[in-house]
């Protein structure tokens, strides 16, 4: 899978593109628009990275052009204006997803995968790690064969760490996919936190194998962190 | 366009002197119109007589005529009989009045001047026989000279008293109109450090007393916000810097010694957990500053006020049970109230948080949707928590305002979560009251306009 990264911050650039090579993708970075526009017409992507502040050329003039010009690749724009005109500007010239400037990475990762997935329909009504068992269509939970009793949300959020087994799930993520929630606020943070806590109990408590842990200061990851 | 003298006082001055020029000038006339018609009534009235006593004469005996000349003292009249002069006074006849006398038939006295500029006032009683004239005249030139002299006097007058206006009214206005300026003085000297001064106040219950009570009022407005806006830049810098002081010195510090990877994955995680907080903390700002400069823009719908306290509720419902509270929702019939939801949600989330924050663990909280007795749509969050003394109540709203330090560090919040929910819910034109006693609760209450 080939990623080009468009921005023009260095540290951003280098921080992406080691992050994004630590997960086997190829990355080729860009600092200026042209060289974007220029890279995106001669070589061939599966995704772009698209920074909208740029010199020289603008993110979003680069990305209208682009799409004028019939390119299908997806673009995930990251952006660090986060008013809804913005958001709507970038959807509206044809970016496929956006991230708000400071982001998670692990966030990204997952927005990254969702993007190169698409259209791929992956119907799954069973998930299992171990011995844990989740079925998502009876909703029933077992452990080593034994029933486990989870409130909704608890559900919730074990069925997207488990669709997400072995990576890192950032709060940011679990605020916007499970809660359906946008703006970040310090109660929703002390909720997922609590909810996280009880699930625990329920899950790994009676166990001596654990299976959810605490990435200090990034979110929570099911399994092994694969690196 | 019209001219408009931009000094108050040079119109004020103009205004009374136009004012009392036109005064002047009407009395003037009305003055000299009077003295005017009372002279030439006292001339006409002689004149009258004088034109009975020969008329009498004649009638009595047309020949005593010369004796009436001399013994009355009438000096110039003439009697004519059908065209015939039947006697003349020489003064009369020397005068030339003839002409004037024939030219004028009517009974009313005229002013007649001989060809030499001589007025005189003459007065002709036609047939008082047959065919029989008579014509009187007297000297008017004493009147003339009187009218003369009395306008002389006023057109000098005038000029002379508008002019006294002018400088009196300049002096008045100039005396009424000090105490503005020494306001305006004031006022330009009252800088953003001297805030606390003030505009003195001589009489509070006259029209400058009540000026300089408004600006003063003004004055305490602008001080007191200026006053928030420092303690919330001071207050910001604090809160972010903290955190960045906490990167700083755990990544230096993890720097000086070489640490195993574990110790690594420690140090780092322990930044991002402080970047997180900054994070967050900029959002709120961001929020905050967002509803100041009216980007907040609410999207207006009609909302069932008890769907959403249920849910807001329902959200925090972990954090109650953690404590083990008993968090209930209070909603009789539907109440309605227009808002954007999100938003609205967003406040009672920070309400209740709040209380589930302050209250002791086995406390109540209460969501309770009502309808006031205004009409208006109300969610009232109550807690039977430690209160909120009276001295906090009104601050309690401001950014990074905490009754106690030391209790919110350990609690964890922002600092930001009320005065969030106010601007938020200020946007939908609701407001927060508060009402609370020291040891006996708190109960935010959420008003909105009813959809």
Same mark, same amino acid.
């Given at each position: 899978?080939?990623?080009?990264?468009?921005?023009?911050?260095?540290?951003?650039?280098?921080?992406?593109?080691?992050?994004?090579?630590?997960? +086997?993708?190829?990355?080729?970075?860009?600092? @200026?628009?042209?060289?974007?526009?220029?890279?995106?017409?001669?070589?061939?992507?599966?995704? /772009?990275?698209?920074?909208?502040?740029?010199?020289?050329?603008?993110?979003?003039?680069?990305?209208?052009?682009?799409?004028?010009?019939?390119?299908? %690749?997806? /673009?995930?724009?990251? @952006?660090?204006?986060? %008013?809804?005109?913005?958001?709507?500007?970038?959807?509206?010239?044809?970016?496929?997803?956006?991230?708000?400037?400071?982001?998670?990475?692990?966030?990204?990762?997952?927005?990254?995968?969702?993007?190169?997935?698409?259209?791929?329909?992956?119907?799954?009504?069973?998930?299992?790690?171990?011995?844990?068992?989740?079925?998502? /269509?009876?909703?029933?939970? @077992?452990?080593?064969?034994?029933?486990?009793?989870?409130?909704?949300?608890?559900?919730?959020?074990?069925?997207?760490?488990?669709?997400?087994?072995?990576?890192?799930?950032?709060?940011?993520?679990?605020?916007?996919?499970?809660?359906?929630?946008?703006? +970040?606020?310090?109660?929703?943070?002390?909720?997922?936190?609590? %909810?996280?806590?009880?699930?625990? +109990?329920?899950?790994?408590?009676?166990?001596?194998?654990?299976?959810?842990? %605490?990435?200090?200061?990034?979110?929570?990851?099911?399994?092994?962190?694969?690196? | 366009?019209?001219?408009?003298?931009?000094?108050?006082?040079?119109?004020?001055?103009?205004?009374?002197?136009?004012?009392?020029?036109?005064?002047?000038?009407?009395?003037?006339?009305?003055?000299?119109?009077?003295?005017?018609?009372?002279?030439?009534?006292?001339?006409?009235?002689?004149?009258?007589?004088?034109?009975?006593?020969?008329? *009498?004469?004649?009638?009595?005996?047309?020949?005593?005529?010369?004796?009436?000349?001399?013994?009355?003292?009438?000096?110039?009249?003439?009697?004519?009989?059908?065209?015939?002069?039947?006697? *003349?006074?020489?003064?009369?006849?020397?005068?030339?009045?003839?002409?004037?006398?024939?030219?004028?038939?009517?009974?009313?006295?005229?002013?007649?001047?001989?060809?030499?500029?001589?007025?005189?006032?003459?007065?002709?009683?036609?047939?008082?026989?047959?065919?029989?004239?008579?014509?009187?005249?007297?000297?008017?030139?004493?009147?003339?000279?009187?009218?003369?002299?009395?306008?002389?006097?006023?057109?000098?007058?005038?000029?002379?008293?508008?002019?006294?206006?002018?400088?009196?009214?300049?002096?008045?206005?100039?005396?009424?109109?000090?105490?503005?300026?020494?306001?305006?003085?004031?006022?330009?000297?009252?800088?953003?450090?001297?805030?606390?001064? *003030?505009?003195?106040?001589?009489?509070?219950?006259?029209?400058?007393?009540?000026?300089?009570?408004?600006?003063?009022?003004?004055?305490?407005?602008?001080?007191?916000?200026?006053?928030?806006?420092?303690?919330?830049?001071?207050?910001?810098?604090?809160?972010?810097?903290?955190?960045?002081?906490?990167?700083?010195?755990?990544?230096?510090?993890?720097?000086?010694?070489?640490?195993?990877?574990?110790?690594?994955?420690?140090?780092?995680?322990?930044?991002?957990?402080?970047?997180?907080?900054?994070?967050?903390?900029?959002?709120?700002?961001?929020?905050?500053?967002?509803?100041?400069?009216?980007?907040?823009?609410?999207?207006?719908?009609?909302?069932?006020?008890?769907?959403?306290?249920?849910?807001?509720?329902?959200?925090?419902?972990?954090?109650?049970?953690?404590?083990?509270?008993?968090?209930?929702?209070?909603?009789?019939?539907?109440?309605?109230?227009?808002?954007?939801?999100?938003?609205?949600?967003?406040?009672?989330? =920070?309400?209740?948080? =709040?209380?589930?924050?302050?209250?002791?663990?086995?406390?109540?909280?209460?969501?309770?949707?009502?309808?006031?007795?205004?009409?208006?749509? !109300?969610?009232?969050?109550?807690? =039977?928590?430690?209160?909120? !003394?009276?001295?906090?109540?009104? *601050?309690?709203?401001?950014?990074?305002?905490?009754?106690?330090?030391?209790?919110?560090?350990?609690?964890?919040?922002?600092?930001?979560?009320?005065?969030?929910?106010?601007?938020?819910?200020?946007? =939908?034109?609701?407001?927060?009251?508060?009402?609370?006693?020291?040891?006996?609760?708190?109960?935010?209450?959420?008003?909105?306009?009813?959809?």
């Amino acid at each position: 899978m080939r990623i080009l990264v468009v921005e023009d911050e260095s540290k951003v650039a280098k921080a992406l593109s080691d992050g994004l090579g630590a997960e +086997r993708y190829e990355v080729r970075v860009a600092s @200026t628009g042209e060289e974007g526009f220029f890279l995106v017409n001669h070589e061939s992507f599966d995704l /772009v990275l698209l920074d909208l502040m740029l010199p020289g050329r603008g993110g979003l003039e680069v990305l209208a052009t682009l799409r004028k010009r019939g390119l299908q %690749t997806p /673009v995930l724009v990251l @952006t660090a204006k986060d %008013t809804v005109e913005d958001r709507v500007q970038g959807l509206d010239l044809g970016a496929d997803d956006y991230l708000v400037k400071p982001f998670a990475f692990p966030e990204l990762l997952a927005r990254i995968r969702a993007l190169l997935r698409r259209g791929r329909l992956d119907q799954v009504l069973r998930l299992h790690h171990d011995d844990l068992e989740v079925d998502l /269509v009876t909703r029933k939970v @077992t452990r080593a064969a034994q029933p486990l009793e989870l409130t909704a949300k608890e559900f919730e959020i074990l069925e997207y760490l488990l669709r997400h087994a072995g990576r890192v799930v950032s709060r940011e993520m679990l605020a916007r996919d499970v809660w359906q929630v946008t703006a +970040r606020a310090t109660p929703l943070d002390n909720v997922i936190d609590v %909810t996280i806590a009880r699930l625990r +109990r329920k899950v790994d408590d009676p166990f001596s194998n654990k299976l959810i842990h %605490t990435v200090r200061g990034v979110g929570f990851v099911l399994g092994q962190e694969s690196r | 366009m019209t001219l408009r003298p931009r000094s108050v006082r040079t119109r004020l001055t103009l205004w009374h002197a136009g004012v009392l020029a036109a005064v002047v000038c009407a009395f003037s006339g009305a003055i000299f119109f009077f003295v005017r018609v009372q002279l030439y009534r006292d001339l006409d009235a002689q004149l009258g007589h004088d034109l009975a006593t020969v008329e *009498r004469t004649y009638r009595e005996d047309p020949t005593d005529l010369r004796e009436a000349e001399s013994r009355a003292g009438i000096g110039l009249f003439e009697v004519v009989g059908d065209g015939a002069v039947l006697y *003349r006074t020489d003064a009369w006849a020397q005068a030339g009045f003839e002409h004037a006398a024939r030219d004028h038939r009517e009974a009313a006295p005229f002013s007649w001047s001989t060809p030499g500029g001589k007025p005189y006032r003459l007065q002709t009683l036609a047939s008082p026989a047959p065919g029989i004239r008579i014509s009187v005249a007297k000297d008017e030139s004493a009147v003339r000279r009187t009218l003369r002299i009395l306008g002389l006097i006023l057109a000098l007058g005038i000029p002379c008293a508008v002019a006294l206006a002018i400088a009196g009214g300049h002096f008045l206005a100039g005396r009424v109109l000090a105490p503005v300026g020494a306001m305006a003085e004031r006022a330009r000297r009252i800088t953003v450090e001297s805030l606390d001064a *003030r505009l003195p106040v001589e009489d509070p219950g006259d029209e400058f007393g009540r000026l300089a009570g408004v600006f003063n009022e003004t004055l305490a407005r602008l001080q007191d916000s200026f006053e928030r806006l420092r303690r919330f830049t001071a207050d910001a810098s604090h809160e972010l810097r903290t955190p960045l002081t906490a990167i700083r010195s755990v990544g230096e510090v993890a720097l000086q010694g070489s640490l195993d990877p574990p110790a690594y994955r420690e140090v780092i995680g322990s930044m991002l957990e402080e970047v997180e907080r900054l994070t967050r903390l900029v959002e709120s700002l961001l929020t905050l500053t967002r509803a100041d400069s009216g980007r907040l823009r609410p999207a207006r719908e009609i909302v069932d006020l008890g769907a959403l306290a249920g849910s807001a509720a329902e959200h925090l419902r972990v954090l109650a049970e953690e404590k083990e509270q008993v968090l209930s929702v209070d909603a009789g019939a539907v109440v309605r109230a227009e808002c954007d939801p999100a938003m609205v949600r967003r406040g009672i989330v =920070n309400l209740v948080d =709040n209380a589930i924050r302050y209250t002791p663990a086995g406390g109540a909280i209460r969501l309770t949707v009502r309808v006031l007795a205004s009409g208006e749509a !109300a969610v009232e969050v109550s807690d =039977n928590g430690p209160g909120i !003394a009276p001295v906090h109540q009104a *601050r309690i709203f401001e950014r990074f305002y905490r009754v106690d330090s030391d209790r919110s560090k350990s609690s964890g919040g922002t600092g930001l979560g009320l005065a969030i929910a106010r601007s938020v819910v200020a946007a =939908n034109g609701g407001r927060i009251e508060l009402e609370s006693a020291e040891g006996r609760g708190s109960l935010f209450r959420v008003v909105l306009p009813a959809g």
